[in-house]
């Protein structure tokens, strides 16, 4: 734990707390009454709006969030675990009593765009406000539209259990200080249509950045890590970096092939799974063609990357990445290939793939330790799957055959050690 | 259902032949950049029982289980409905177990259904488990609890849902022959802590809650011990008169 990273942060911590209680007062702020709100109920109910609402949300995956296991869709009603502690995830149907029943169009915009709660009161960053924030006005009322044109479910929230001083909402003045700079999308004049509805959907309600990019100690990401991959808190996954260029995350994969995985779930590169497999089946896939390209040509934008420096092996690679051939020959072979090719439409080549490459291990052992299915989506609505080996393998093997298929052919990567192995054994599943 | 999906799948993927004569590898490795990859490269059946390799690897390639170890249960034979029910309570977290929730995530109804289906269909003949030695009596206890229940306690008789010779009922009712014990055991302890659990009126739960601990070893003792009938099939559906009402075999409101 790199607590030092954060100790320095303390002073201005609380200095912001201060701050924060003497310019926001007692929260500061009054819902606006649905009779007070400049758009009346009947603009609500057009079925247009509605129904543009519906796409946008599916494009934000709200429901992804909003969801609990087998509970009513939007209806909340679950936790979100945060190093801070956990986060009730609200009730969005308009339920008057626990959802968003009294909310006006203006509460809305509030919380999406100013991350402020109907109350004034100061929202936790897991409603990822940092990226809601450019949406505009006119998607976010579409996508209040819907929202209100949904059966109310009644559904109380869940209670929160964070630690001090995170519990202390106005301690968010200081974190927002850091990381949350409010604003639509400003399109640029220098750059195509295509370009910037691409770059509108990622930065803004696709939210890609949210999980494809490093957090630090304090839950932010630093304004110039922009995509470029890091590890999803708790979860214990890694978002590749999605830049195709140089020592990207995506380097090789064409327009196309970024189409193609978040339209199926599988690529001529690789294939989603782990979060971004729920992420495929529940909201991309229902992305249009159109809005899909313009995502691609977006990511095909970002800048190339410093090269990755790999650490100094402390111990003997070879050993290892030898006995992972010899597991690689037993279990994987059959399906990912000699040469680790895969086999095109079915099983992801693991030759190339960022996610077996990228510079923690975790995807590769982690898919090893739990295989599972693709993305079921429309396009590939029988998918194949991969066995688990958890229950076959040994800590020591699984380290062997994910070392070597992240050595072997052009992968260059880290070797993964056994008691990384272990302690992924154990992460829970959501 | 299933016509529709592998119509669908040759639009949508393209996998190999089956078995590829040695014209269509070599016919294949021209297509490919480089001949002796596509000479390595794996040839996939278009299966069911390939695709559901994240299922069989576990529970049998025709969902035999793992009698010697008991951890993983027989799927060969269950009723279909059963199976596809017992996917959608993992997705929906009634039961509760990490892989198999992990595994059934995000697969849909008609998925769901098919393989349900696939695991129905297979026929292969049951293995033993090893069953704990237990004294004379509890074993008596176990099969008092089988076959009559214990009506002072309102336990119905496990084959009165069961089926007579506890080989289930269509098209919900599981089968109890040839469970291992440990399995047994765990999944009436499961249904005490929450851990499983079904549709509402939720009668396993019902009856779980009304065993003790030594009714829980009796009656896993019991059912793991039993030979095996002539026709393991399960009865036909209306067969039985259920003693409880449960939601699982459609009835609604609460529990009795």
Redesign the interface.
């Given at each position: 734990m790199k607590m030092w990273r954060w100790w320095w942060l303390l002073p201005v911590v609380l200095l912001a707390v201060l701050l924060g209680w003497m310019l926001l007062g007692d929260g500061g702020g009054t819902p606006t009454p649905r009779a007070a709100s400049k758009v009346s109920a009947a603009a609500l109910r057009s079925p247009e709006l509605v129904a543009k609402g519906e796409y946008l949300a599916l494009v934000g995956d709200c429901a992804g969030c909003h969801t609990a296991?087998?509970g009513a869709r939007f209806a909340g009603g679950r936790s979100l675990a945060t190093p801070f502690g956990d986060i009730p995830v609200p009730n969005i149907t308009p339920d008057r009593e626990t959802g968003l029943g009294d909310w006006s169009f203006e509460d809305f915009w509030q919380a999406l765009h100013a991350g402020k709660g109907r109350h004034g009161e100061l929202l936790y960053p897991a409603f990822s406000y940092t990226s809601y924030t450019k949406v505009t006005h006119d998607d976010a009322l579409a996508i209040f539209a819907y929202l209100q044109s949904l059966p109310p479910v009644h559904q109380p929230a869940t209670a929160p259990s964070l630690a001090f001083p995170y519990s202390v909402r106005k301690s968010l003045a200081a974190w927002r200080a850091l990381y949350f700079r409010e604003g639509e999308y400003r399109p640029d004049p220098a750059q195509s249509a295509q370009w910037n509805r691409g770059a509108y959907l990622v930065q803004g309600l696709g939210h890609c950045n949210e999980c494809h990019a490093a957090r630090d100690s304090l839950g932010g990401t630093a304004g110039d890590r922009h995509l470029t991959g890091g590890q999803i808190p708790m979860q214990n996954w890694y978002a590749p970096d999605l830049s195709t260029g140089q020592n990207g995350g995506l380097q090789g994969w064409s327009e196309q092939d970024i189409v193609d995985l978040l339209k199926?779930g599988q690529s001529a590169k690789g294939a989603a799974f782990g979060p971004m497999?729920?992420v495929v089946?529940?909201s991309t896939q229902h992305v249009n063609d159109d809005d899909l390209r313009a995502i691609a040509t977006y990511l095909h934008s970002l800048p190339p990357r410093a090269p990755v420096v790999l650490d100094t092996q402390l111990f003997n690679a070879k050993a290892i990445v030898q006995q992972g051939e010899k597991v690689y020959g037993r279990h994987c072979?059959?399906?990912?290939?000699?040469?680790g090719?895969g086999?095109?439409?079915?099983?992801p080549p693991l030759d190339g793939n960022s996610s077996v490459t990228e510079p923690t291990g975790i995807n590769a052992t982690r898919m090893i330790l739990?295989?599972?299915?693709a993305?079921?989506t429309a396009?590939?609505?029988?998918?194949?799957?991969?066995?688990?080996?958890?229950?076959?393998l040994s800590d020591s093997e699984v380290s062997a055959v994910a070392s070597y298929i992240r050595r072997t052919w052009t992968n260059q990567a880290s070797v993964v050690r056994p008691e990384d192995v272990s302690r992924y054994r154990h992460t829970?599943?959501d | 259902m299933a016509r529709a999906?592998n119509r669908?799948?040759i639009t949508?993927?393209?996998?190999?032949p089956a078995k590829p004569s040695v014209a269509a590898v070599f016919a294949l490795a021209m297509l490919c950049s480089g001949a002796s990859?596509a000479a390595?490269?794996?040839s996939?059946p278009d299966t069911?029982q390939?695709?559901?390799?994240?299922?069989?690897?576990?529970h049998g390639e025709h969902g035999e289980g793992t009698p010697g170890s008991g951890y993983f249960p027989r799927l060969a034979g269950k009723p279909a409905a059963y199976l596809a029910r017992q996917m959608q309570d993992f997705?929906?977290?009634?039961r509760k177990y990490?892989?198999m929730?992990?595994?059934v995530?995000?697969?849909?109804p008609?998925?769901m259904r098919?393989i349900a289906e696939y695991f129905a269909s297979q026929q292969v003949p049951y293995g033993r488990s090893p069953v704990p030695a237990v004294p004379a009596a509890t074993l008596q206890r176990g099969e008092e609890l089988v076959g009559k229940g214990d009506p002072a306690r309102k336990i119905p008789a496990c084959a009165s849902c069961h089926g007579d010779q506890l080989t289930g009922v269509e098209p919900s009712t599981p089968g109890l022959v040839g469970l291992p014990y440990d399995y047994i055991s765990a999944q009436l302890g499961s249904w005490r802590t929450h851990t499983r659990a079904t549709v509402a009126p939720d009668c396993m739960a019902l009856v779980a809650a009304r065993l003790g601990d030594s009714d829980i070893t009796a009656v896993a003792a019991a059912l793991a011990s039993r030979q095996l009938p002539a026709d393991t099939h399960a009865q036909p559906a209306g067969s039985v008169t259920p003693p409880l009402r449960c939601g699982v075999l459609g009835a609604t409101g609460d529990l009795p």
């Open positions: 296991q087998g199926t497999a729920s089946a529940a072979v059959a399906c990912h290939g000699k040469n090719e086999v095109a439409g079915v099983y739990l295989g599972g299915f993305p079921l396009a590939n609505p029988r998918p194949y799957s991969m066995p688990p080996f958890a229950q076959q829970p599943i | 999906y669908t799948m949508s993927a393209s996998p190999l990859r390595d490269a794996p996939v069911l390939q695709r559901i390799a994240a299922c069989t690897t576990c997705q929906n977290g009634l990490a892989p929730e992990y595994t995530r995000q697969l849909s008609a998925y098919e």
